[in-house]
Structures are given as structure tokens and as C-alpha cells.
T-cell receptor, first 111, second 118 residues
Framework: KNEVEQSPQNLTAQEGEFITINCSYSVGISALHWLQQHPGGGIVSLFMLSSGKKKHGRLIATINIQEKHSSLHITASHPRDSAVYICAVRYYGGSQGNLIFGKGTKLSVKP | EPEVTQTPSHQVTQMGQEVILRCVPISNHLYFYWYRQILGQKVEFLVSFYNNEISEKSEIFDDQFSVERPDGSNFTLKIRSTKLEDSAMYFC????????????????FGPGTRLLVL
């Protein structure tokens, strides 16, 4: 069964710290998404990657296709970054939208 | 900025009743999706919809579920004869069609409908 594993499950950081969240998957994918779920439940798409690296503000996402691994980095973390960060992939052969989700990493940034 | 909207935000229903969850995708998007998230668990894919038909559905999306695009703007998920285990947050999402240079497009999620079956 194709799985998406995220680590750590929970992460507590002090404001200003550099944060890394990891995602690994088992077989070839056509795309990987990083999503942010707010405490109220709403989901926001942060990045969609199929190779390399993307940057948006203080967020950086990288993917290593050979190692089947992706990381989400947050620089100069802030309490408003507190949320659950979810990795989701579409495996080769899956139709668009059929994403397999990780369990998420719950991030809490303390002031 | 355009956004996906969902109604209602919360719905409480009795077991065995039918519910319809409504979504208005972003207007120029052509792909539509439903996902669900049982409390404390990961998000799960239910169904994708394109060109007025289902393009893929998961094992969860059995005969109890149906989707429809009744007009040019709404996209609905109907759950017939709800069960206790249908209690979850249901998310609608939409995306533009993938271009020839891309296999995937960013999905935009609605705020979700929290369904509670009693």
C-alpha cells in the first residue's frame, strides 16, 4: 500500500527558529503537495512540487525524487505559523486530484 | 482573490437521513474534488470530477455517495442514509486543468463542512 510518512508528528519551536518538516513516500510520484491546515480546520495549499525547490516568503519546499523525500522549511518562525502541515502525493497512475495524504505535522511556535 | 466556498459550515443530522453538501468552486476551474477528514485522522480522497463525470473515486466513495454539478456553479456531494461513521469534515477543492507542461495543478480548498451524524 502506498504510504506517505511525515516526521516529526509534533513540533514545538521558539519564535525565530528554523523549522524543518520531512515527508517520505514509497513509490514514484508525479507531484507532491504541501498544505497548511489551520486550527479551525481550513486547508491552504502552500506548494506543489514535482522536482527541485520552491520558495514563497519564509517557506521553502524541496524534493529529492531519487530519495523519495521532501522537506518543508520555515525560516524565522512566528507564532502565526502554528498549524498542521500536511504532505500529500499523487502517485504515477493516479488521476489528477487523487492525493494520498500524510498524517500531518502539528507545529506550535511559542513567542 | 477567488476562493472555493462551501455550505453549510456545520450540519447535524440523524442517522439514516440524507444530506447534501454544497460547494461553489472557483469559476474558471474545471476539476473538482471531495475529500473528508474524520476527527483526528488524515485527509482522505473521495472523488474527482471533470467534464460532468466522475474521473476517479476511492474505495470510500461507495453507492451511498453521489456527486453532481447541477448548474454552472455548484458542485454537490450527496450522502444517502447517513451512518455514524460518516461524521467528518468534508472538503471541496477545485483546480484548473493541467497544461501540457504540467501534470498537476494547485488545488484550492474550501473551508469545509463539519458533518455530525447522531
Amino acid at each position: 500500500k502506498n504510504e506517505v510518512e511525515q516526521s516529526p508528528q509534533n513540533l514545538t519551536a521558539q519564535e525565530g527558529e528554523f523549522i524543518t518538516i520531512n515527508c517520505s513516500y514509497s513509490v514514484g510520484i508525479s507531484a507532491l503537495h504541501w498544505l497548511q491546515q489551520h486550527p479551525g480546520g481550513g486547508i491552504v495549499s502552500l506548494f506543489m512540487l514535482s522536482s527541485g525547490k520552491k520558495k514563497h516568503g519564509r517557506l521553502i519546499a524541496t524534493i529529492n525524487i531519487q530519495e523519495k523525500h521532501s522537506s518543508l522549511h520555515i525560516t524565522a518562525s512566528h507564532p502565526r505559523d502554528s498549524a498542521v502541515y500536511i504532505c500529500a502525493v499523487r502517485y504515477y497512475g493516479g488521476s489528477q486530484g487523487n492525493l494520498i495524504f500524510g498524517k500531518g505535522t502539528k507545529l506550535s511556535v511559542k513567542p | 482573490e477567488p476562493e472555493v466556498t462551501q455550505t453549510p459550515s456545520h450540519q447535524v443530522t440523524q442517522m439514516g437521513q440524507e444530506v447534501i453538501l454544497r460547494c461553489v468552486p472557483i469559476s474558471n476551474h474545471l476539476y473538482f474534488y471531495w475529500y473528508r477528514q474524520i476527527l483526528g485522522q488524515k485527509v482522505e480522497f473521495l472523488v474527482s470530477f471533470y467534464n460532468n463525470e466522475i474521473s476517479e473515486k476511492s474505495e470510500i466513495f461507495d453507492d451511498q455517495f453521489s456527486v453532481e454539478r447541477p448548474d454552472g456553479s455548484n458542485f454537490t456531494l450527496k450522502i444517502r442514509s447517513t451512518k455514524l461513521e460518516d461524521s467528518a469534515m468534508y472538503f471541496c477543492a477545485s483546480s484548473e486543468p493541467a497544461g501540457t507542461a504540467a501534470l498537476e495543478e494547485t488545488q484550492y480548498f474550501g473551508p469545509g463542512t463539519r458533518l455530525l451524524v447522531l
